[in-house]
């Protein structure tokens, strides 16, 4: 997870609600599972002496929301009345989670927001396009009409027919030109790391021709999807999520590899458990920090979100008086934060001693 988003939380004061859950609306009786979940969420925060003001905002932030279509997930970060960080999730956490804590707890917005990175969807044919920004909130969408005569190529042959065929070849082409024009606008604001082409085949691929050299490195052709009327979305929303998926666990995969490469070496750039990892972030020496199962393991901290250590003799020597004792799983991914390092949470590809590992930016 690109952490440059969550930066402002480093500056904010604990302690934070920390709320991640189900925010599916995909059955008929979805409204009555949402009051539900609400009613769990405020039990929960309440039951962990959170203020009444910060229980309410972050129920005030739910209650005032549109729902979703299909299922989705919710982060909520709150603190002091006032709702910090809302970003809803490609997909609901396995389980809801319901913390109030010194620090902000992020690992379920890091999973998830990997999962589904910032992306443009352009649904594409020889007269315009449907684009739609995929990002932190809702998805946007425009359409970009051009010119619709001539655009399609004509049987026969003679003059004439070579004058019609060469003007609606130069239609098109104005046309693919207006959309490229568009989704690289599109890209700037929301930030795509990612750009997905679908539509009609030539279409597709004489957009991606047309598109700037820097998006044309970031753009994937799919299969499917047409801007008529009536048109069905799902195999094309099938094959989207086929997409991410296959980048995700490649990026996961290509992680792995480097972290694997980095490791057991006395010059790697890649460090694990608990004492390694938290000297690195407090170096302000890590690039990535990876997560796995670190349970309800602990670490101290001092006031300066970077500063965190296995033990409190490292803080005291630095000037800290009274190092809090925070759970590790908070206060690592917010140190990251703070540094400007990224945080992925790893699955079974790497056993993590001690739940942390670390990829560094120097050795």
Same mark, same amino acid.
């Given at each position: 997870?690109?952490?440059?988003?969550?930066?402002?939380?480093?500056?904010?004061?604990?302690?934070?609600?920390?709320?991640?859950?189900?925010?599916?609306?995909?059955?008929?009786?979805?409204?009555?599972?949402?009051?539900?979940?609400?009613?769990?969420?405020?039990?929960?925060?309440?039951?962990?002496?959170?203020?009444?003001?910060?229980?309410?905002?972050?129920?005030?932030?739910?209650?005032?929301?549109?729902?979703?279509?299909?299922?989705?997930?919710?982060?909520?970060? &709150?603190?002091?009345? $006032?709702?910090?960080?809302?970003?809803?999730?490609? &997909?609901?956490?396995?389980?809801?989670?319901?913390?109030?804590?010194?620090?902000?707890?992020? /690992?379920?917005?890091?999973?998830?927001?990997?999962?589904?990175?910032?992306?443009?969807?352009?649904?594409?044919?020889?007269?315009?396009?449907?684009?739609?920004?995929?990002?932190?909130?809702?998805?946007?969408?425009?359409?970009?009409?051009?010119?619709?005569?001539?655009?399609?190529?004509?049987?026969?042959?003679?003059?004439?027919?070579?004058?019609?065929?060469?003007?609606?070849?130069?239609?098109?082409?104005?046309?693919?030109?207006?959309?490229? $024009?568009?989704?690289?606008?599109?890209?700037?604001?929301?930030?795509?790391?990612?750009?997905?082409?679908?539509?009609?085949?030539?279409?597709?691929? &004489?957009?991606?021709?047309?598109?700037?050299?820097?998006?044309?490195?970031?753009?994937?052709?799919?299969?499917?999807?047409?801007?008529?009327?009536?048109?069905?979305?799902? $195999?094309?929303?099938?094959?989207?999520?086929?997409?991410?998926?296959?980048?995700? /666990?490649?990026?996961?995969?290509?992680? &792995?590899?480097?972290?694997?490469?980095?490791?057991?070496?006395?010059?790697? /750039?890649?460090?694990?458990? /608990?004492?390694?990892?938290?000297?690195?972030?407090?170096?302000?020496?890590?690039?990535?920090?990876?997560?796995?199962?670190?349970?309800?393991?602990?670490?101290?901290?001092?006031?300066?979100?970077?500063?965190?250590?296995?033990?409190?003799?490292?803080?005291?020597?630095?000037?800290?008086?009274?190092? $809090?004792?925070?759970?590790?799983?908070?206060?690592?991914?917010?140190?990251?934060?703070?540094?400007?390092?990224?945080?992925?949470?790893?699955?079974?590809?790497?056993?993590?001693?001690?739940?942390?590992?670390?990829?560094?930016?120097?050795?």
């Amino acid at each position: 997870m690109d952490t440059t988003a969550l930066r402002d939380l480093t500056d904010a004061d604990g302690p934070f609600a920390s709320v991640h859950f189900d925010f599916s609306h995909d059955t008929e009786d979805a409204a009555k599972l949402l009051a539900l979940r609400l009613k769990e969420i405020e039990a929960g925060l309440t039951d962990q002496r959170a203020d009444p003001a910060t229980v309410e905002a972050v129920l005030r932030a739910v209650r005032d929301s549109a729902p979703p279509v299909g299922k989705a997930g919710r982060s909520i970060i &709150a603190a002091h009345g $006032e709702v910090l960080l809302d970003r809803r999730l490609a &997909a609901p956490p396995p389980e809801p989670v319901v913390r109030f804590s010194a620090l902000p707890y992020l /690992l379920p917005l890091a999973t998830h927001a990997e999962e589904t990175p910032k992306y443009v969807l352009v649904v594409a044919d020889r007269v315009g396009a449907e684009i739609t920004e995929y990002d932190d909130g809702e998805p946007r969408t425009e359409t970009v009409e051009g010119e619709n005569h001539p655009v399609h190529k004509v049987r026969g042959g003679g003059p004439a027919h070579h004058t019609l065929q060469n003007a609606a070849e130069e239609t098109a082409r104005r046309n693919l030109a207006a959309v490229a $024009e568009h989704v690289t606008k599109a890209v700037e604001r929301s930030g795509a790391r990612l750009v997905v082409l679908a539509g009609e085949k030539q279409a597709r691929a &004489a957009l991606h021709e047309t598109l700037p050299e820097h998006l044309r490195r970031i753009a994937r052709e799919v299969e499917g999807g047409s801007r008529a009327e009536g048109s069905s979305r799902a $195999e094309l929303d099938r094959r989207v999520r086929e997409l991410l998926t296959g980048r995700h /666990l490649a990026a996961l995969d290509d992680l &792995a590899d480097k972290f694997r490469a980095g490791s057991g070496r006395e010059d790697g /750039l890649a460090v694990s458990g /608990l004492e390694a990892v938290a000297s690195a972030l407090a170096e302000a020496n890590v690039e990535t920090l990876l997560v796995g199962s670190p349970g309800d393991t602990a670490v101290f901290g001092g006031p300066d979100p970077a500063q965190v250590s296995v033990g409190k003799a490292g803080l005291q020597a630095l000037g800290v008086p009274e190092p $809090e004792r925070r759970r590790a799983d908070e206060a690592l991914p917010f140190a990251a934060v703070a540094t400007g390092a990224e945080v992925v949470v790893l699955d079974e590809r790497v056993d993590l001693w001690e739940g942390f590992g670390a990829i560094l930016r120097h050795g």
